[in-house]
């Protein structure tokens, strides 16, 4: 009886074989997790500049609405104040400023509708949070005599995304034919308006290891003339104001003026007389550990 040959794979062509399947499926491996984190950055990327956008055009309209009385003198109390913290993506500045409307305390509170003082400052985590862009915001007018907003303002997180705030300020607008525009990181004059502020936000990076994004945008503040030369605006409204009692001007809207109430510029009267100040959220307002959570997710409300 004759043998029939057998043929077959070999142990050297096994472990070959093995070995160029390893290596397939490792760069298969390597090929599909860079996609993904590549997909997870370009996520990352657009919620942040999504966020960036948002908290941006609450500022724009926060500065652009900023409120000044039109006394014929210059008023410490509806001053711009800015506290340098430095350069760049470590940059923790803090601006105040008096105005007027819903924008970053939301329109369900009642300080949209009167001139209100807010603080925007950024808060580096620590305990319990990661920090983040924080606002106060308290009515500046029949307060009692010992409030501090320091104290007596709880700050609501506006935006966790941000970990560096930086501003800019310009005093007056430069000459037509000025070859550089002089920035200054220092704003010394507590009882008027500048008149642009450039705003930069850097955002919380995609990756551990990279750079924030940095988000700039320069605002023209409206009533700086009238905040830095009170009594030339004055005088050139006189005549319409005269024997028609003082009026405040401030953005309520084209050519509207708001009454000045009993107390001076900007104070109303109402059930309750003086008190403390009510938080952007109104009465009640839920507390998530130190900062408060409430107010509106409307328009000029805290991001989620």
Known sequence: MCGRSRRGFTLLELVMAIMIMS?????????????????????????????????????????????????????????????DGGEGPEATDSISWTKIGRALVGERTQLAEVPHRVNLYVEKGGRGYDGGLMVKAWRDALQVEDFD??????PFLLAPRVVGFDCMILKEPPEKNAEEIKWEDEW??????????????????????????????????????????????????????RGRGAT????????QNVPVGPGGPGRRTGPGGPGR?????????????????GGAPSPGGPMP
């Open 248 to 255: 405040v001007r401030g953005p309520v809207g084209p050519g």
């Open 23 to 83: 290596i397939m499926m490792l760069l298969s491996f390597f090929c599909f997790d860079a996609v993904v984190q590549s997909w997870n950055a370009g996520i990352e990327m657009a919620d942040s500049m999504a966020q960036a956008d948002y908290v941006m055009e609450q500022i724009v309209s926060g500065l652009r609405s900023a409120f000044y009385p039109d006394a014929g003198i210059q008023v410490d109390q509806y001053g711009f104040q800015h506290t």
């Open 277 to 293: 100040p009510v938080g952007p959220g109104g009465p009640g307002a839920a507390v998530n550990g130190s900062h408060r959570t």
């Open 188 to 241: 010394k004059f507590s009882n008027s308006i500048p008149y642009k502020v450039s705003v930069t936000l850097y955002m919380q990076p995609t990756k551990e290891d990279g750079e924030p994004l940095a988000v700039t945008r320069d605002i023209e503040i409206p009533l700086w003339d009238l905040s830095q030369n009170p009594q030339k605006q004055s005088g050139a409204g006189a005549a319409g104001t």
């Open 149 to 154: 907003p320091e104290e007596d303002v709880t």
